[in-house]
Each structure stands twice: as C-alpha cells, then as structure tokens.
C-alpha cells in the first residue's frame, strides 16, 4: 500500500491558470481521499499572462491558512503559507521574482530547496512527485535520489529537446498515448501514460443555463486567430449566436492582435478569469479548442465533455485520442500553425460554421452529441483511474524505498516548535 507521497515543485500548486497544477491537485486529492498521506510543497509563482498578487487567490479558496516563519539552518529564515486543501497539506513559499521569469530566481531557488531538504528528511515520502526544468527542481530530483527517494517527473507538455531534465527521474510520467509515443520516438524515452482524473465536484456545473459557443485563453497557441475568423463570420451570417470568451492565461483584449476587426461584434461576451470552470461551463453550450500547438492531453476539452457539451477542435496533439467518439475534429491550414500568425479563411472554417449552425438548430442531434460527450468523458472518473494511479506509485515506490517509520516531528522547522508545516 502506498503511504506516503509528496509533490514538491517551483511550479506554484494552487495555480488555477495551469492546468499541470490543476492535474496534480485531483492527482494529490483522489489519493489523499484513499488513505494516501499527501503533502505538497511549491512556490507562490501563478502562471498568468498579467501580474497576479497571491493573496487574492488563497482568499478565493475560502480557506484558512496562516503564514509562519520557517527555520533553514545557518541563521537563515523564510516566511511560508500552510494551509490544508482537500485533505493535503501544502506549504508555499511566496516569491517576488519578476513577472518575466515567471519562476523562482536563484536566491529563492535556494530556499526551496532548504525547505525541499527538510520535508524529504521528516516526511520520508515513498515517492516524490514534480515537474518542471527550472534548475531547482532538477537539484530538488538529484537530492532525493541521494537519499534513495524515486521520483516520478510528471511530462505535461512537449518542451524539452533532450533528456537532461530526466536525468534523476526513476519514472516519467505522461497523460495520453500521443504523448507517450512522441517522447519515445523524439527522446528515446519509455513513459507510462495514465490520463487526468476529472473531479466532477470541481469541473461539472449543476444547474446549467446553455447559451452559449465558448472559447477559454485566447492565447496564440491556443487559437486565437481561428477563434477571430469564426466569430467574425458567425456576426455576418448568424448574430443570433452568442460568443464566450473565457480569459485564462490570455486576456480578452489579446483579440485585437488577432488579425481581425472584432470591435462592431454585438454577440461577444467576457468571462475574467475565474478558478472555478463551472463558471463557464454552465452557461456554455458548445465549446471550441482550435488549438495550433501540440496539445498533450485538452484539459478544455476533456472538461467539457464532462458536461456534456459539444466540442468543436482542431485535431492537434492529443485532441484526437481526448475527444475519442465525441466531438468534432477539423484539421487547419499549416499556415496557421504556431511558427507563423496567418488568420484563416472564411472558406478554411467553413466546415466549423456548418457544425456550429447545425448544433443550434437541430435539436436531436445536439441532443446526441451530448450523450456521446458524457459518455466519453467516463474514462475519466476518478474511481476509474483512482486504482490505476496507486498501483503506479505503489510499484515506483516498492522498486526502490523501503518503506520507514515516520519521525514523530515537525517536517519544516518554525520558529514555534509546536506547528507542523507540512
């Protein structure tokens, strides 16, 4: 049985605009609620295109936490956050690195990982759990080896160009088959693929309102430029359907760089960024993904499948392999790929206007096609994949920790002997 597991990264863990943060939470929680001690240790660092203050975000949670002093050894000291979410306990360490690095610089690298240091020796976790190449989470790997820890290196994305980073990982892990076959074929490397467990408690709206043919991030990436040449057609020929844009890491007025004059638009509507999908998901009643890059897995999609709504993708990445049965899938032009900005034709959407207008005016086949997107959006239970993911952190552990009593101490030194961090 799987006793103890820690996630430990400079990728901040309650980021609700990543969705690698977002699996590694249901990753964390679905264990925690089977017996699991899990522990999470991360910086305050929040992806966002803008600069977002931290303390807003842990108010969002309507939770409470404190901030203590934690003791590092040669007179050195940090102020960290400790707050429990959904059973796991988790302790940030707040950052004030600039917008642009987007991550820890040296100095506060060091800090984590003093405290990293600290928690691998008091918790004594049989697995270790992280992601990211930032150099300290590589030290953070190597130093875990050391102490005869394995450590799984969780691949959410398609950005490393060699191996290096997975040098001190006993185990890579990744959520779709499309990306387990690109990285043995790119990096000669052998991953096991276990998809995102959805919790319907954090992504299935209940009382829904349908209305309306959303788009969440209008990042480049993501498609923007595709998402400009649809709404722009759909004002011309049906203004009778209303358009959601959901900012996320991108921000709604990213539109104006799309291309496209989209300031006459009567039928487009915001959503600010919000941690809680079920915001939009409730209001929404198809849902586009024309994303132009490599999608590992489609969080989006996958989501609204949940939902049962209908979603309308480009058949990038693992798209394909995320929508299985349900959904649409449409190939766009190279042009329009990330290396280049080309806005398509009204003639190259042509076949997602006709899908589009066809879901909103036939009632029995949108009515079909919400059936399939529940259905298909089984394999992401979590009682289905809660078995799956103990068996695979029980076999990376037994491979090479004995498990050790726990040391009846505090994992993270404070400057009051009595707390326990993490």
């Known amino acids: 049985m799987l006793s103890r597991l820690l996630f430990a990264s400079v990728h901040g863990y309650i980021d609700p605009s990543s969705g690698a943060a977002l699996a590694t939470r249901d990753i964390l ?43 590092l050894g040669n007179n050195r000291a940090a102020e960290v956050i400790d707050l429990t979410l959904n059973g796991v306990r988790t302790t940030l360490l707040p950052t004030a690195s600039s917008l642009a690095m987007r991550a820890p610089d040296r100095d506060e690298g060091a800090l984590f990982l003093a405290l990293a240091e600290q928690v691998l020796d008091r918790f004594r976790p049989e697995v270790l ?41 006993s185990t890579v892990l990744v959520p779709s088959e499309f990306s387990r076959r690109f990285h043995a074929r790119r990096l ?11 919790r319907p408690e954090r ?87 024309p994303s132009l890059w490599r999608e590992s897995f489609g969080r989006v999609a996958a989501e609204a499948l949940a939902n049962g709504l209908p979603v309308l993708a480009s058949d990038r990445g693992a798209l394909p392999e995320t929508l299985g049965d349900a959904g649409f899938l449409f190939t766009l032009p190279t042009r329009c790929m990330p290396s280049g900005s080309a806005v398509p034709s009204a003639r190259e959407v042509r076949p997602w206007l006709a899908t589009i207008e066809r879901l909103w005016d036939d009632p029995a086949w949108e009515t079909a096609h919400r059936a399939r997107a529940r259905e298909a959006a089984e394999r992401w239970q979590p009682d289905r994949l809660a078995d799956a993911y103990l068996r695979f952190f029980k076999t990376v552990g037994s491979a090479e920790t004995p498990i050790v009593e726990r040391k009846l101490e505090p994992l993270i030194r404070t400057q009051s002997a009595s707390e326990d961090i993490i």
């Open 188 to 198: 000669g490397i052998e991953c096991t693929a276990l998809p995102y467990p959805l």
């Open 29 to 71: 929680e679905l264990l925690a609620e089977r017996g699991v001690d899990c522990r999470a240790l991360s910086t305050g660092v929040l992806d966002f295109q803008d600069e977002t203050p931290l303390e807003p975000l842990l108010d969002s949670l309507e939770l409470p936490y404190e901030r203590v002093g934690a003791l």
């Open 203 to 289: 992504t299935v709206a209940d009382n829904p309102q349908p209305q309306y043919l959303t788009f969440v991030n209008p990042q480049p990436a993501k498609g923007v430029t595709v998402f400009a040449r649809i709404a722009s057609e759909l004002d011309r020929l049906r203004p009778d359907i209303p358009l959601l844009v959901v900012e996320g890491r991108g921000k709604a007025d990213g539109l104006a760089d799309a291309g496209l004059d989209l300031s006459g638009l009567t039928n487009l509507s915001r959503m600010t960024n919000t941690p809680d999908p079920r915001d939009f998901y409730r209001v929404s009643r198809v849902v586009l993904m």
């Open 129 to 169: 759990l992280t992601y990211g190449g930032h150099p300290a989470n590589l030290a953070l790997m190597a130093r875990a080896r050391r102490r005869h820890i394995p450590v799984v290196f969780h691949l959410h994305n398609f950005g490393y160009p060699d191996r290096s980073a997975f040098a001190d990982a």
